[in-house]
Each structure stands twice: as C-alpha cells, then as structure tokens.
C-alpha cells in the first residue's frame, strides 16, 4: 500500500509507533484540524486519558482528563459512513455534534453503534498492535502517551 506522505500521520507512542492513513476524503475540516495541531507540536506529550478495553483509546486532551481542546474554534461534524471497525480514527466530541476540536480515539473492536454520530478521519495502517498495549483505564493510571505526532511529509 502507497501512502500519501501529505496524508498521513507518524505517531510515536511510549507503546511503539502508529501509522495513520487520513481520509480527507471523508473529513477534509477534521483532517486539516488534524495535521495543523501536529504540526504545531500540539499533541507531543499527551496522555491517552480514557481507555477502555474492547472499545477505544482517546488521547488529545491538553490537561490529560477530557476537559479540554485546542485554542482553535470547534469543528463542524463530518460524519460519514465509514464504519467505526478496529483501527478507525474517529473524532471525540460533547454532545453537540459541532463540538469536536483536538480529541480523538482510535477503536480496538467493532464500535458500529457509532457509526454516522463520530466523525471518522483516518485509520491505523502500521502499529496498530502498539495500539493494543496502551494501558487501560477511566481515567488511566500513570497513562501512556503520545511522544510525537507528525504528518509523515514532515518527518522526511
């Protein structure tokens, strides 16, 4: 499989490294978002908050609880018909679908009850078995984290 060094994302974890294919053609907004806020550095050194086994692993809150986002405005939903299958990236929010900004989760299993409520903007391509070994918890003890984060065409 060819990717699109523009379009995808290297994300060292304290786990190993995840590879992540974006999908600007689901989610153009949620992949600029995206790719602007690894660029500024802003996801290197947060916390995978909220893990929870056969479900998701979210990361992408600066304060390490859930609470918080990017200085960015929030985003308007994307939601698409892409199924939340192992390995899909998809958009954290609050219960107003226009409220997702810098969280995000990436689902371990089937999570189809999700599907067209979340908006989906990537899947794990590589590493996705790092991805399995982030340690769980509501909230997470001593979580694992996110080293760097950074579009691949960067990375060069």
């Given at each position: 499989m060819s990717l699109d060094p523009e379009n995808t994302i290297v994300m060292e974890t304290t786990?190993?490294?995840?590879?992540?294919?974006?999908?600007?053609?689901?989610?153009p907004g949620h992949v600029e978002r995206i790719k602007l806020l690894a660029r500024e550095?802003?996801?290197?050194?947060?916390?995978?908050?909220?893990?929870?086994d056969g479900f998701m692993a979210q990361v992408g809150c600066p304060h390490g609880t859930g609470t918080?986002?990017?200085?960015?405005?929030?985003?308007?939903q994307?939601?698409?018909?892409?199924?939340?299958?192992?390995?899909?990236?998809?958009?954290?929010r609050a219960q107003n679908?226009?409220?997702?900004?810098?969280?995000?989760?990436?689902?371990f299993d089937d999570a189809r009850f999700l599907d067209k409520q979340y908006t989906v903007w990537g899947e794990?391509?590589?590493g996705m078995e790092n991805v399995d070994k982030?340690?769980?918890?509501?909230?997470?003890?001593?979580?694992?984290?996110?080293v760097s984060m950074k579009v691949m065409a960067d990375a060069a």
């Open positions: 786990k190993g490294r995840v590879v992540i294919k974006l999908r600007p053609d689901l989610a550095g802003f996801y290197d050194g947060i916390v995978f908050h909220r893990v929870i918080g986002g990017s200085s960015y405005p929030d985003l308007k994307e939601f698409n018909a892409e199924p939340h299958v192992r390995g899909i990236c998809s958009m954290a679908p226009n409220s997702a900004n810098s969280q995000f989760f990436i689902v794990v391509v590589e982030i340690k769980r918890g509501e909230p997470v003890r001593d979580p694992d984290s996110i």
